[in-house]
């Protein structure tokens, strides 16, 4: 990421998620915006997966809902993708080349008025939820990534037009989110109530239905992400130190936690890490 680009998110609150076994390569990064606010609304990848992949092993993540355009003329088509609460291969359906359009949390909710918690741990073909017209085709047809950015800028400003459901409520979750964030998902739920005045009850309600997953397991994702991204950042921090910074109850703990997540413990997990960085030195 740019040091701009990566200044710009930490202003506004704004994280991205690590993937690392991904067999994929992300190119021409940009952003969707919030029509009337001017707000990241979205991250746009174009994604590239390896010839003999058939899925993207995905961890998860952060609360992101990503939608999968595929850039196949021939079959042009797009897949929401839910939010995961435990680790598992998300098929690519036969393309290879797509469009990843990320949505930050709570987003994908306020532009098309659909409760995240429907593709929760799945994937779904984006037209059994809205009217998508000639969107496919155009996308796959555009000439470059600047060209996609405008036909989905312009489609996200058509939805949220006539997609006022909760108007008053739009900027709770993201709010909500990047306070969490700031704190590596170490909120508990009666301090939001607490900050928000509002109940826990409904709390509950309104996260689950625009990140997908309840405020624990949001919470539990984000504190998950936070280890694995200082793991990512430098394989040799001592796990304790990981443990203690991401704010888990000791290293025991979060050996336990990080295995859940990604099958291996993070002793194993950094030992590859090193490894791969040493055969990236030797070439």
Request: proline share 6%.
């Amino acid at each position: 990421m740019k040091e701009a680009e990566e200044q710009v998110l930490e202003k506004q609150g704004v994280g991205l998620s690590a993937q690392p076994f991904w067999q994929a390569r992300k190119t021409k990064r940009c952003f969707l915006k919030e029509p009337e606010r001017g707000e990241n609304i979205a991250v746009l990848y174009e994604l590239d997966a390896e010839p003999q992949a058939k899925g993207l092993y995905s961890v998860p993540g952060i609360g992101l809902l990503g939608v999968q355009f595929s850039l196949d003329q021939e079959c042009p088509s797009a897949m929401v993708c839910g939010l995961l609460t435990q680790t598992k291969e998300v098929p690519l359906y036969g393309t290879h080349h797509t469009l990843l359009c990320q949505f930050f949390p709570g987003r994908f909710t306020q532009i098309f008025g659909i409760p995240c918690s429907a593709v929760t741990d799945t994937e779904a073909p984006l037209e059994d939820f809205i009217q998508v017209g000639s969107l496919y085709e155009e996308l796959a047809a555009a000439p470059d990534m600047p060209a996609r950015q405008a036909l989905l800028q312009q489609f996200i400003g058509r939805w949220q037009n006539h997609s006022r459901r909760n108007a008053g409520n739009e900027r709770l979750v993201p709010a909500l989110i990047e306070a969490a964030l700031h704190k590596h998902g170490l909120v508990q739920l009666h301090e939001l109530e607490q900050e928000t005045g509002y109940s826990g009850r409904y709390l509950q309600t309104i996260i689950r239905e625009k990140v997908g997953v309840s405020p624990k397991i949001a919470l539990n994702n984000m504190q998950f992400q936070d280890s694995l991204q200082r793991l990512l950042r430098d394989p040799d921090m001592p796990l304790a130190a990981i443990a203690q910074a991401s704010g888990y109850y000791d290293q025991s703990y979060f050996t336990r936690k990080f295995k859940e997540y990604m099958g291996v413990t993070p002793a194993v997990f950094a030992a590859r890490l090193r490894h791969v960085k040493l055969l990236e030195e030797s070439i």
